[in-house]
């Protein structure tokens, strides 16, 4: 990725563990500009994720602002993932309070304001329920030449998460997922398929410890707290979904990618919210996304060590 001026870039999600340490990536590197954060209801309610926004912004120094997004989906119920991120959604670690206020708009208003002031086209990362996203694309389509590129975590081409054929961000909000795909602007996707192998081990984020910062002791208690539950599912470390959509962005060499054409199932008891790719062009119907299939795993995690390591220099531990 060369560029000569900063790539604007929008984080939306709901933090959640995976959301936050994809926001320490996002704001470890010199290439992107945060231009806001916005809150989706998802790992845990809007009032939660929105509080853990603000927080997250003020261990990052990100004089930035945050705005509260939807708090339902656009048509589904609001299911919460209480039980993997804990009561507050992001539980593990003590936060420095919130430095600023919420944003006076709504997430969506905040978002067209960015990509209407932004001299370079926008990416948004969207790593919860693509509910807000869908909103913007729904509310102000004539801003579509603006967006750069949506990179999600979301869906998996193989296989589900909440149910063994969808995945929780688009299971959550699976009509506006439906939009994005259908929206004709660029996606790159990173499903299961490639976050179920961007896996963390312990003795891995243990090396975070010795990098004596806030920001590296942060996210290694948040991994400590995430890998309680994965640990009782029988996962031997964490995998780091929400990562994956700011790495593939800045580090595509370490991915494998192919463009196919997804669609999102919205019927059916069990396929609802399935992701469903053409694989052989079989549909007739070019492709409408990147999906991101495959990683380096060993330098996924060393690019995330490295990315805590760049947040030394005088701060003070947790
Ligand atoms: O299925 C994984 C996704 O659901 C991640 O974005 C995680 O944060 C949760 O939102
Ligand atoms: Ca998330």
Redesign the pocket.
Known sequence: MNTERKIPLILD???????AIAWVLAASDPRFEIKAITAVA??QTLAKVSENCRKIAALLHLDIEVAKGREIPLIADLMT?GD??GETGLDGAELPAPEHPYSSRSAVALMADVLRESEDPVIIVA???QTNVAALLLAYPELKPKIRLVSI??GGLRNG??TSAA???ILNDPEAAYILFHAGVPVLMCG?DV?EQAMIYPAEWQTLRGLHNRVADTVAAWLDFFSIKLKELGWEGVTL??PCAVLALSHPEIFTMKDCYVDVLLDGEYTRGLTMCDWNGRTGHAPNCRAVLGLDREKFVSLLIEACRGFGGGEENA
């Open positions: 999600g709901d933090p959640g563990h995976d959301d998802g790992n993932g993997y991120h790593t919860g329920p975590m979301g998460n909440w995945e929780f961000n299961l976050t979904h929400d």
